[in-house]
Nanobody, 126 residues
Framework: QVQLVESGGGSVQSGGSLRLSCVAS????????MAWFRQAPGKAREVVAR???????RYQHSLKDRFTISQDSAKNAMYLQMNSLKSEDTAMYYC????????????????????WGQGTPVTVSS
């Protein structure tokens, strides 16, 4: 049974940093596509960043200078380092993973991401 468990969310002041973690079980994370999504209150879920089986990274354009996605195959984990946080980054952050191998990981869509974590909340106060 595949499980994705996020952690690391919390409350931080504007300009601060947080590091989110997503640990996978029943699943070899480094073989597939994994991504971070977020959903702010009253808004649609949106992709933040994704990482592929080669470690290739892709970011939502507006976030790439502040956020960094990474993976640790030994720990079967994925991370999101978030710096210079802004109030508009306030959202529930979700870890997602594909159940199939993709040569090119799905981007800007939830389609293809079969496994999801429960989410970890991030609140940025100004």
């Amino acid at each position: 049974q595949v499980q994705l468990v996020e952690s690391g969310g919390g409350s931080v002041q504007s300009g601060g940093s947080l590091r989110l973690s997503c640990v996978a079980s029943g699943y070899t994370a480094s073989r597939y596509c994994m991504a971070w999504f977020r959903q702010a209150p009253g808004k649609a879920r949106e992709v933040v960043a994704r990482i592929d089986h080669n470690g290739g990274e892709r970011y939502q354009h507006s976030l790439k200078d502040r956020f960094t996605i990474s993976q640790d195959s030994a720990k079967n984990a994925m991370y999101l380092q978030m710096n210079s946080l802004k109030s508009e980054d306030t959202a529930m952050y979700y870890c997602a993973a594909t159940g199939l191998f993709f040569v090119t990981c799905p981007w800007n869509t939830r389609e293809g991401y079969h496994y999801w974590g429960q989410g970890t909340p991030v609140t940025v106060s100004s």
